[in-house]
T-cell receptor, first 111, second 115 residues
Framework: QQKVQQSPESLTVSEGAMASLNCTFS??????FRWYRQHSGKGLEVLVS????GEKEEGSFTAHLNRASLHVFLHIREPQPSDSALYLC???????????FGSGTKLTVEP | NAGVIQTPRHKVTGKGQEATLWCEPI?????VFWYRQTIVQGLEFLTY????????DSGMPKERFSAQMPNQSHSTLKIQSTQPQDSAVYLC?????????????FGHGTKLSVL
């Protein structure tokens, strides 16, 4: 079964400073990667999806995928306090659509 | 489109009681997934259905947990003899087709508290 791990567990950044989150996966056949955000007590909000090596930008969120190294990153440009939330990485293989999630990175953006 | 609807939003049960959680997927979506979220374990896959048929229940605890999808408009997750360690947020999600890259839509979850 797919193993997805995220680091760091928690991250505190100042408002406006770039935030970088890391996700590693175990299944080399994976080709479907998503980053979600979950505010406390709320549902999951998809931020960006990426399916091939390289970068994909959605607003202030940029996903960077390197399948050879089994890594997918999320960079948040100029985060605001409202971006404070739990960020979840999810991975699946296109021929088997179950999304497996990491345990998340809790991001705190200080004013 | 109301999205994926889960009921109830909160459920409190006593140890040993049965809990049934309901999910109404988005109309027209053929794949329905159940996940469980806890602080310690994160978001764990439990089971999923395609066109109402169970496809993979590899994440389901072998005892006390069962899931059904009697029709295309709802799925249930039943937990018999609930235990405190079953306390979690149970999330249901649906997607248009399990073999596409369509977005997976999540409900807001049912928070189960076992006293």
């Amino acid at each position: 079964q797919q193993k997805v791990q995220q680091s760091p567990e928690s991250l505190t950044v100042s408002e406006g400073a770039m935030a970088s989150l890391n996700c590693t996966f175990s299944d080399r056949s994976s080709d479907n990667f998503r980053w979600y955000r979950q505010h406390s007590g709320k549902g999951l909000e998809v931020l960006v999806s990426i399916f091939s090596d390289g970068e994909k930008e959605e607003g202030s969120f940029t996903a960077h995928l390197n399948r050879a190294s089994l890594h997918v990153f999320l960079h948040i440009r100029e985060p605001q306090p409202s971006d404070s939330a739990l960020y979840l990485c999810a991975v699946s293989a296109s021929n088997y659509n179950v999304l497996y999630f990491g345990s998340g990175t809790k991001l705190t953006v200080e004013p | 489109n109301a999205g994926v609807i889960q009921t109830p939003r909160h459920k409190v049960t006593g140890k040993g009681q049965e809990a049934t959680l309901w999910c109404e997927p988005i109309s027209g979506h053929s794949a329905v997934f159940w996940y469980r979220q806890t602080i310690v374990q994160g978001l764990e896959f439990l089971t999923y259905f395609r066109n109402q048929a169970p496809i993979d229940d590899s994440g389901m605890p072998k005892e006390r947990f069962s899931a059904q999808m009697p029709n295309q408009s709802h799925s249930t997750l039943k937990i018999q003899s609930t235990q405190p360690q079953d306390s979690a947020v149970y999330l249901c999600a649906s997607s248009l087709d399990m073999f596409s890259n369509e977005r997976l839509f999540f409900g807001h979850g049912t928070k189960l508290s076992v006293l």
